[in-house]
Structure formats: C-alpha cells, structure tokens
C-alpha cells in the first residue's frame, strides 16, 4: 500500500513563499508522474504542477513563472516551491503519485495567503 505524506502548507503573505513536500513509500514499482493539486472553497480541483520520471515537467497558465516542482527519486519525495504568492492560490494542496498502473493521493495540506 503506499502512503504519502505531505508537509510544508501554512499562512504566509502575500509574496511570500512556501515549499511543499510529499514522500510516498511502500511502492514496489518505479513512480511514474508525482503532481500537486489544489482545490479552493467552492472551487473544483485543479492541477497546478507534474513532474514525470523523465524530469520533464508542466504547469498550470496561473503558476508558470512562479511555481517550481521537483522530485528526488533516491527519496520517493516531489517537492512544490512556490514563490510571489497570491491570495488566489489559497486552497488545499495535495500531491498524487502514479505507480505501479494506480494512483495514489495524500492527505492535503493547506495553504493560505493572506496578509
């Protein structure tokens, strides 16, 4: 069974940063694609930033520029460095890892920008 774990979300000013993590453990299979998600009140889910086993990477128009996911395979963990951040990224955050033909999600952490 793998279990993610996710830690880093707080509350933080405007223009400030924050850098979220996610470890996932117990996968017998190499972790294809890890992601962060993120879903505001009264909003639908959203993707905000994938990174694949290649290291390639994608993100969504409104964090391009701001935003940085990475992964560190020796650690199974995928961070999310975020930076110039706006009251409209506050929302709960969760990663998703795919692995082994399933995927996987943590528990959410949350975000709030706010001065």
């Known amino acids: 069974q793998v279990q993610l774990v996710e830690s880093g979300g707080g509350l933080v000013q405007p223009g400030g940063s924050l850098r979220l993590s996610c470890a996932a453990s117990?996968?017998?299979?190499?972790?294809?694609?890890m992601g962060w998600y993120r879903q505001a009140p009264g909003k639908q889910r959203e993707s905000v930033a994938g990174i694949f086993s290649d290291d390639s990477t994608d993100y969504a128009d409104s964090v391009k520029g701001r935003f940085t996911i990475s992964r560190d395979n020796a650690k199974n963990t995928v961070y999310l460095q975020m930076s110039s951040l706006k009251p409209e990224d506050t929302a709960v955050y969760s990663c998703?890892?795919?692995?082994?033909?399933?995927?996987?999600w943590g528990q959410g952490t949350q975000v709030t920008v706010s001065s």
């Open positions: 117990g996968s017998r299979f190499r972790i294809d694609h």
């Open positions: 998703r890892v795919a692995t082994g033909g399933s995927h996987y």
